[in-house]
């Protein structure tokens, strides 16, 4: 079935660093790729999304490429901040209008000073 | 301002007692769903439902029952059928047809049971 690996963490880096968290998938079809970000106590916000191969989703410092040839949808950032500390899930959505999403376990991800 | 809310933030509950969570909307969303998260874990489906009058179970649906009578609200209630129901609870809205687009998530309702 449709599934979506991601790194496990805490991920621990230190202000400025290079950020990677990789996310692989499994689908049938061509699905829409997502990065959700979660803060301490709140609810998922997205944080960009790639809806075909070779997209390019952006936002906030952060972007994804969507590799169809490796089933890869990795999130990268160039230098974190001690803000970015939350939670990211990767997910995908099968169908077109994104109603049945199917989430990564997530990885926490800690910002040092 | 249009968006989600669920309220309590959080909430405690005697083994034996059913108990309801509420989820409102105003972003005249056809479809809501209700998950479940667990630590270390990402979230797990419950129930679904695309129209009112209307729901289907997700995936983890045994111990749940909800109701949608009117577009706005999709009240999730943890009988005590659960097992095991301390968890954070998330709903989300989502507009059916047009072009891609994503889910949009509540603050998250914790439940914890003494």
């Known amino acids: 079935g449709d599934s979506v690996t991601q790194m496990e963490g805490p991920v621990t880096l230190s202000e400025e660093a290079f950020l990677t968290i990789n996310c692989t998938y499994t689908?049938?079809?061509?699905?829409?790729l997502f990065w959700y970000v979660q803060y301490p106590g709140e609810g998922l916000q997205l944080l960009l999304k790639?809806?075909?191969?070779?997209d390019k989703g952006s936002n906030k410092g952060f972007e994804a490429t969507y590799r169809k040839e490796t089933t890869s949808f990795h999130l990268e950032k160039g230098s974190v901040q001690v803000s970015d500390s939350a939670v990211y899930f990767c997910?995908?959505?099968?169908?077109?209008?994104?109603?049945?999403?199917?989430f990564g376990s997530g990885t926490r991800l800690s910002i040092r000073p | 301002d249009g968006g989600i809310t669920q309220s309590p933030k959080y909430l405690f509950r005697k083994e034996g007692q059913n108990v309801t969570l509420s989820c409102e909307q105003n972003?005249?969303?056809?479809?809501m769903y209700w998950y479940r998260q667990d630590p270390g874990q990402g979230l797990r489906l419950i129930y679904y439902?695309?129209?009112?009058?209307?729901?289907q179970k997700g995936d983890i649906a045994e111990g749940y029952s909800v109701s949608r009578e009117k577009k706005e609200s999709f009240p999730l209630t943890v009988t005590s059928a659960q097992k095991n129901p301390t968890a954070f609870y998330l709903c989300?809205?989502?507009?059916?047809?047009?072009?891609?687009?994503?889910?949009?998530f509540g603050p998250g309702t914790r439940l914890t049971v003494l």
């Open positions: 997910a995908l959505s099968v169908d077109s209008s994104a109603s049945k999403i199917i």
């Open positions: 689908a049938t079809g061509y699905p829409s």
């Open positions: 790639a809806t075909k191969a070779d």
């Open positions: 972003l005249n969303h056809d479809a």
């Open positions: 439902s695309q129209i009112v009058n209307d729901f």
């Open positions: 989300a809205s989502h507009r059916l047809g047009g072009s891609t687009d994503t889910q949009y």
